[in-house]
């Protein structure tokens, strides 16, 4: 039996408060906060406390999935990348870099975001990428 | 953000969480801080306790607002009308900082002008702020040693959200509050990594460190470390993309980890406008409203699976750290969009962890690169952080602003793009609350979070419920000019009369059917806090 | 005083008499608990800030009852894993406690009145915190001062939950603070004062004073007062201790057929 207790960041709101998700074989079953985290504290909002919960919810898309005559199908990995790719770049060859636009996250990491950010500019090749800040 | 770089420079929090509770006053407005920052209120809070003036003006008397010092309501949107009579009565009064004013600012004597026919009686007419309580605020304020502000959405969200956000950069100027300690003007970050995302640059006008996309020296810097051949001009925000998606001259999106089905203002119109693609991919954990329209849906994996920084309100940037495998075929976002870079063919995006990727970041973004991972194991660091050896920066603006003397701004008050009249009698502004986050993606999947709070409610002034006779937990109808929602009516004093308020977070009864997408000008944020409704019993 | 419990904590692991040691380590330079096993190194071990061991070894328990855990105690610690073996929670004839007796300075800054457990391994026994200001002042108040000091307090609250998910001694399978009929739900702040008498009132038998409502209260509401208070007037009523007597039950969930309150002697 493993028990691990892992540091991470709060997934919510932007204080940055660190919580530790307690593991037990594989599964995060819940939330004890840091204590000697400079943000919280040792303290969390509801939110905070229950951060664990949806992780393990069993409506999480679990297969990649291309919709084939207006419905989803799950398809292997490569599939999926390889049917993105192709389309992606077609776009970019008929109607122009410009004509396609990049949605980031608020809700992915640094490099997440810095990784989508170098694909729109990088390899689509627009600036067209923005993310939520806005809303 | 657009406004404080148009004033200072540099758009971010420019003081740090910690630093609130030494200050002597703190002005919030358009903040809900104990349910949408607990622990910045908590900050702020410990303040009042050690003797802080709190001052709240907020058009909703929320908890903070309840827990304050001074409370004010204003009408919805009318913020730089108070905000220059407030700076009017503090230099007519000689309240002001002369002292920083001529040595870190310009444009004051215009400024002076400008405000001088915002007197306080003309200021109760526009905000509905009494003009002794105007006076009152402005007194605490000026008069403090310390004095910081902090502000959210509800400044931001407006035709006029950058003027209002350069009117508090402006009354913090004046008064000497901005570079030292607990003082500033301090945007709070909704989300865990907006500040994070600005900072990596998923913005359509700036690379990472808000690197300009213009500017043809730090393109070449990006064309060199990428060894490809880049764009000079600025691309288009979330709105111009919706909007050229629905006319036709967007052929494809890629979403990650976005819901605009549910966020972004008038949902009908972002419907027809992602209906309207020949290519839509997103990468999300949930098959959510956005996702069904998909003709790719990529799973992603939650925080809990990856590893990783996210950068907090504060310009902390901290670890994510993986706890457990990837559910099912799911893969973390970073891992995809480098498998999907390799697959379009380019060489360079063969990252084997986020560290590769975040040592390629520290690389090209100055205000990063004295922040590795290894770093942060050990040290808080708040960007920027030039160097190995640098310590980080609490605060900014300290000694000169990054634009060099900080810019007081001579703005007009404008109404909100659509006021109340026979038709939508009623105004409507928009938000969070406490047990639900955004479009409720992770929230609503929560079991504690959805027995708290599990289906959308409208908020109703106790008279207004009474005229139309809508009694508590009654379905009522609430329409604008873009669609019609139901939902439950809360019966409250939090909101006042002629105004109702509905959390966005739920797709049944969605508060952004009815917004309005009229954009500010400079910042192109969507005015979420001010449509006219009419609300009707069913 | 680490040095100790780092031996005692090998010897358990070494000899076999313990498959895993619930204690606490400092991992990414901050404190957490850790679960060390056989061959783990000890470098990283840390006494202090405490967590709540309870919960935490109930839930290692629950996953695999039939494991031999010992576990660092404090005094707090140790009433609440006896207070939890008594109600079922746990099964102590697992598990190995060491005692460890806080510092004059950690039962300070805990304002605990019984700062060691009731066998102490290491560590020396100091005195506890008897009372403190806020409980005197809160003592000499009217009832009507007491609530208006307690709904100004409680009108911070934004119904985090954390004073019942940090509490060791919360237990109910089905929370009645969630329950719609007594709490209305989705209000911040909770309706006042039920949410937080119904806490209070649940606590007067169990409370074993570890203060880690407080210590999870984002609103630094203090609660370790409000607690003391019922407590003491409880111990006063029924003689009871929550967690000093693994053998006796607490006066709450005694039958009414006895006299659950015990006869002044003279």
Known sequence: ?135 | MAGLVASFGSGAMTNSIDEFEDADCILITGSNTTENHPLIANRILRAQEKGAKVIVIDPRKTQIGDLADIYARQNLGSDVAWLNGLINVIISEGWYDKEFVSGRTEGFEELKAKVADYTPDKIEQISGIPAATIKQIAEAYAKAENGSIVYCMGITQHISGTDNVMSLANLAMVTGNVGKRSTGVNPLRGQNNVQGACDLGALPNVFTGYQAVINDELRAKFEKAWGVKLDGKVGQTIMEMMNNAHDGKLAGMYVMAENPMLSDPDINHVREALENLDFLVVQDIFMTETAQLADVVLPGTTYAEKDGTITNTDRTVQRCRKAIEPIGDSKPDWEILALLGQKMGISNFDYNSPEDVYKEIMAVTPIYAGISYERIENETLHWPCPTADHPGTLFLHSGTFSRGLGALKSIDYREPAEMPDNDYPMQLTTGRMMFHFHTGTMTRNSPALHKEVKESYVEVNPSDAKEQGIVEDEKISIASRRGQIEAKARITNKVGRGVVFIPFHFVEGAANVLTNPALDPVAKIPEYKVCAVKVEKI | MIDKVRQLVVDLLDSGRADAVLALANVHANVQPYLYKKGDSLDSLALWPKYSMGPILKSIQAAQPDMKLAVVARGCDDRALVELAKRGQIDLNNVQIIGLACTADEATECECANPYPANIDVGNKVDGVASTDLLAELKGKSYDDRLIFWKQAFDKCIKCYGCRNACPLCICEECILEDDSWVKAGEIPPPFPIFHLIRAYHLSDKCVECGECQNSCPMDIPLTSLYALIRNEFNELFDYIPGAEIDRKSPLVTSLEEDPIREETA
């Not at chain 1, 410009?98 to 608020?106: I, Q, R, T, V, Y």
């Open chain 1, 1 to 135: 039996m493993n028990c691990d207790f892992v540091l991470t960041t709060c997934p919510y709101c932007g204080c940055g408060c660190n919580f530790y998700l307690q593991v037990i074989d594989g599964k995060a079953v819940g939330v004890v906060p840091c204590k000697t985290h400079p943000v919280s504290k040792g303290t969390l909002c509801i939110k905070g406390w229950n951060a664990h919960q949806f992780v393990h919810d069993e409506k999480r898309l679990t297969k990649p999935l291309i919709k084939k005559s207006g419905r989803f199908e799950e398809v292997s990995w490569d599939e999926a990348l390889d049917y993105t790719a192709k389309r992606m770049l077609e776009i970019k060859e008929k109607t122009g870099p410009d004509s396609f636009g990049f949605l980031s996250s608020a809700k992915c990491t640094n490099e997440e975001n810095y990784l989508l950010m170098k694909l729109s500019r990088g390899v689509m090749g627009t600036n067209n990428v923005d993310h939520c800040a806005r809303l």
